[in-house]
C-alpha cells in the first residue's frame, strides 16, 4: 500500500521482485492514480476500501506491505478483519497514540501545509517535463529512474497536445492531507466511527515496523508510537534510504521483507 500522493506503480521494483513467491496485489487508494475520487479522506475510509477488496477477492493468509499512510490502512484493515493476515511489514506508519490525545485544532504550521498544498502546480507541458522537475525535487531526488518514470506514467492522466495533469488533485491531497496532520500533532478526533488509532492494540499478527535512517524525525516519533500500541511488534531499521524507501533502495526492501517472512 503506497503513502499519500502516490501510487501502486511506484511499487513495481519490490513487486516484480516478490511476484517469484507470492501472488502480489498493489492497490490505488482512494483519490489516487486510477481509484475513485470520494467525499471523504479519514483514516477508516482508506482502511474500509482494503477490507473491501480483502474480502471481494476473498483473501487469507494476507501478508501486508505499507508506506506511510499506506502502512496504517493495513494496521487499522487488521484490526478490523481479526484472522485475514499472517503478518503485516509496515515502513514508517502515520500512526497517533489515542492514550497521549490531545484537544485543540491544528498548528499554523500544519495549516500551512495543507493550505499550501491547493497552490500545487497540476498541470505540465509534458510528462517529460515533469520527470524533469521532479527529479531535481527533494522528494524524488533519491528515487529510482524506474519508480519516478512509474509516477510520472500513471499518476498523471494525458490532456490535449501533450499535457498532463495529476491524477490526484492538490485539492484531493489536501484533504488527505488534514487528518494526518491531526494525527501528526495528536489532535485527530476521528469521525462518526470513531478513532481507529486505539485498535492497534487488538491487531493479532506479527507487525515489523521499519524506519529510514535519513528519514524526519516525525516519522520516527509515529514509528514509535506504533511500537508503543501494538502488541505483536517488532522493529528494524533501513540504512541509507529516507521515508520513500521503497523507491530509493528497493532491492533492500525485498531482502527485508523476505527476512520478516522466515
Known amino acids: 500500500m503506497h503513502g499519500t500522493g502516490f501510487i501502486a506503480d511506484v511499487w513495481d521494483e519490490v513487486a516484480r521482485e516478490l511476484a517469484s513467491t507470492y501472488t502480489v496485489y498493489a492497490l490505488d487508494r482512494r483519490g489516487h492514480g486510477a481509484s475513485h475520487k470520494a467525499e471523504s479522506y479519514h483514516f477508516l475510509d482508506f482502511a474500509d476500501d482494503l477490507c473491501w477488496v480483502v474480502d471481494a477477492l476473498d483473501l487469507n493468509e494476507i501478508y501486508g506491505v505499507g508506506h506511510s499512510a499506506g502502512a496504517t490502512d493495513l494496521l487499522v484493515a487488521a484490526k478490523r478483519l481479526p484472522g485475514r493476515f499472517i503478518r503485516l ?106 478513532n481507529p488509532f486505539g485498535g492497534l492494540a487488538e491487531i493479532d499478527c506479527p507487525v515489523r515496523v521499519m524506519t529510514a535512517v535519513k528519514s524526519g524525525p516525525i516519522y520516527k516519533e509515529m514509528a514509535r508510537r506504533a511500537v508503543s500500541l501494538i502488541p505483536h511488534v517488532s522493529t528494524a531499521v533501513f540504512e541509507g534510504a529516507g521515508h520513500c524507501v521503497a523507491q530509493e533502495v528497493p532491492a533492500a526492501v525485498v531482502e527485508a521483507i523476505r527476512e520478516f517472512a522466515k
Open 89 to 194: 511489514f509496515v515502513m514508517e506508519p502515520t500512526v497517533m497514540d489515542p492514550r497521549a490525545a490531545r484537544s485543540g485544532t491544528l498548528s499554523e504550521e500544519s495549516l500551512a501545509l495543507v493550505e499550501g498544498t491547493l497552490r500545487r502546480r497540476a498541470e505540465f507541458d509534458s510528462a517529460d517535463a515533469v520527470f524533469e522537475r521532479y527529479r531535481s525535487a527533494p522528494t524524488f531526488a533519491d528515487w529510482t529512474e524506474t519508480a519516478l518514470r512509474a509516477y510520472v506514467q500513471h499518476g498523471f492522466v494525458p490532456l490535449d497536445e501533450g499535457r498532463v495533469r495529476l491524477r490526484c488533485t492538490p485539492e484531493t491531497e489536501s484533504a488527505m492531507l488534514r487528518p494526518i496532520c491531526e494525527a501528526i500533532e495528536q489532535v485527530y478526533a476521528g469521525d462518526a466511527r470513531g
